[in-house]
């Protein structure tokens, strides 16, 4: 029999009012912000195959507790057998509902245990993940029921959870009552900490940054064919109205929409004929710096390719030079030849895949003789990021990195192994003797990430090159803002900047004042966190400086 004895030192009538409010783990965004909570009543639950993608995602990255601090107990496989996403939607969706099930665990596997769902209820230790994330979804719903479609096919083990959810309904309802109550919390989420509600209010306002692809089409006809869909262009996302647009300031080839569009706009043929791509715009920054640095037949080394996207668009900007872009790791023919196709279907023609990994690739190879700018891209904590669904989707990470998004912050064990990759990549990549140039570009808010590795790497460059030259200011045309600074290494740091910004990415006074000169820019409401340093040989500095080559 199931325990119905309310056991907490809680009166009827306060359980009652907490239960009469449905607090929800679901929060209104702070004032001051753009209030775009969607009405819980509105919320109907999700098809039965994505609750179960969700569980098998969980399943994967939940928080791994010491035993003699275990609530709930979990299975060690997969929570059930499951096809492949049926569409980009679906797919989001299950990555959505798991982080959300992820950063709620510890107050979910509570209300499990104060409801006494478990130990009552008798279900296999399999099925916990699909509890967990169902349960997330059936407060978020204020605890009413599922709307199913006759025509969804149903999965058993999924009906069976809601049967037992939906039996204990008040139960749960006076349990997430009462945790809110015991924390004296204005509602649930205010008992997550502060970096992650901090980072769910940036996301919630974060503006969409897409790409043009101009094998396709130029940025006036966008704007244009955007203008006749209804869209209107506006000076800055600062005056953002309901169904507008902006041009970047930095990258002339780069819009700017408000978040609530993008559903929208993934529908229109512009995006459906790959003529707009969506992508962080710290990606744009990157290869718009490498494209300052190149001469219209220099080659490319892309490593770590993370999103196609990335490639595609150093393609699209090499695009009427002779310029090859070299891409690692791409080790599955079946991979190699879907990315080919998707290439032709961009227009990009100037790509090679190479199956090797970047570190595995000697400097005389003599496939990249001409490879004169490395673009690397590391594994990071990706901690700058907002929105981490939208980073591991479009940028092809692992799910693990919203283990450390749900908390705020990285382990220092893990953030160490990410630094060692990260300075073996920068490592080897100075080793590569015809390259004149390295861009290195993060998503992370960690300085061992960035400066510091950068600044390791060099040293190390110092230690077995007695040809050293010291460093003087640099600029790479329009887009660059270059300070060098005296230094005794071989490469030089040159603070990659665009333009002076007209949105306060990052104001001219505070590069100027900048100590360490590298390119960096903090998470908030408009843009995710970068850094981007550009090293340069000297000889190469003094030929970008004054268009002589030398050698």
Not at 6 to 11: A, G, I, Q
Request: net charge negative; hydrophobic share 35%.
């Amino acid at each position: 029999m199931i325990n119905s004895t309310n056991e907490l030192e809680f009166s009827k009538e306060e359980i009652k009012s907490e239960i009469s409010k449905c607090t929800s783990l679901t929060h209104v965004e702070e004032s001051g912000s753009k209030e775009k909570s969607i009405c819980l009543n509105e919320k109907n639950g999700y098809q039965d195959t994505v609750y179960v993608k969700a569980a098998n995602i969980f399943q994967g990255i939940r928080i791994e507790k010491a035993p003699d601090k275990v609530l709930v107990r979990y299975g060690s496989e997969p929570v059930l057998a499951s096809p492949d996403f049926e569409d980009e939607q679906s797919q989001r969706l299950s990555y959505e509902l798991a982080f959300s099930a992820l950063k709620y665990q510890d107050i979910l596997e509570n209300i499990l245990i104060d409801s006494c769902f478990y130990p009552n209820v008798s279900i296999p230790d399999a099925l916990t993940s699909l509890v967990v994330v169902m349960l997330y979804d059936f407060q978020d719903r204020k605890f009413q029921s599922r709307l199913i479609s006759d025509e969804e096919q149903s999965i058993s083990e999924v009906q069976e959870v809601e049967n037992l959810l939906n039996s204990f309904k008040t139960k749960l309802a006076a349990a997430l009552a009462r945790c809110r109550i015991k924390h004296d919390a204005l509602s649930i989420y205010h008992i997550l900490p502060e970096t992650v509600r901090k980072q769910e209010q940036r996301a919630s306002t974060l503006p969409l940054y897409a790409w043009v692809n101009t094998c396709k089409i130029s940025p006036e006809v966008v704007c244009d064919d955007l203008k006749k869909e209804g869209y209107t262009r506006v000076k800055s996302a600062f005056d953002f109205e309901c169904k507008s647009f902006c041009v970047d300031q930095h990258c002339s080839d780069v819009l700017i929409f408000p978040s609530h569009l993008k559903s929208e706009l993934l529908n229109i043929e512009l995006c459906t004929d790959y003529k707009l791509l969506f992508q962080d715009k710290s990606r744009s920054l990157a290869v718009h710096s490498v494209k300052t640095l190149l001469n219209m037949d220099d080659d490319i080394l892309l490593v770590n390719m993370g999103s196609w996207y990335t490639v595609a668009h150093m393609s699209t900007l090499t695009n009427q030079s002779t310029s090859k872009i070299y891409v690692c790791g791409v080790k599955s023919q079946t991979k190699e030849s879907e990315l080919k196709d998707l290439f032709t279907n961009m227009g990009c023609k100037n790509i090679e895949l190479l199956h090797e990994n970047f570190t595995d690739i000697e400097a005389k190879d003599q496939r990249l003789q001409k490879v004169k700018v490395i673009l690397l891209l590391p594994r990071c904590s990706g901690l700058g990021v907002s929105n981490p669904i939208e980073f591991i989707l479009n940028e092809n990470e692992d799910a693990e990195l919203l283990k450390d998004h749900s908390k705020g912050t990285i382990a220092e064990d893990k953030l160490n192994v990410l630094v060692e990759q990260q300075y073996e990549q920068l490592k080897h990549a100075m080793q590569f003797n015809k390259a004149q140039a390295i861009v290195y570009c993060t998503c992370s808010v960690y300085p061992e990430e960035n400066e510091v590795v950068v600044k390791k790497a060099l040293e190390l460059g110092v230690e077995g090159n007695n040809k050293v030259q010291p460093y003087s200011i640099f600029l790479v045309n329009q887009y660059a803002v270059g300070f060098c600074f005296s230094n005794p290494f071989c490469y030089t740091l040159m603070f990659c900047g665009l333009s002076p910004p007209v949105l306060p990415l990052c104001s001219a006074k505070e590069i100027r004042s900048s100590i360490d000169k590298f390119f960096k820019v903090e998470p908030s409401e408009i843009t995710n966190g970068c850094f981007l340093a550009v090293l340069t040989r000297e000889a190469f500095e003094r030929t970008l400086m004054t268009g002589v080559e030398t050698t």
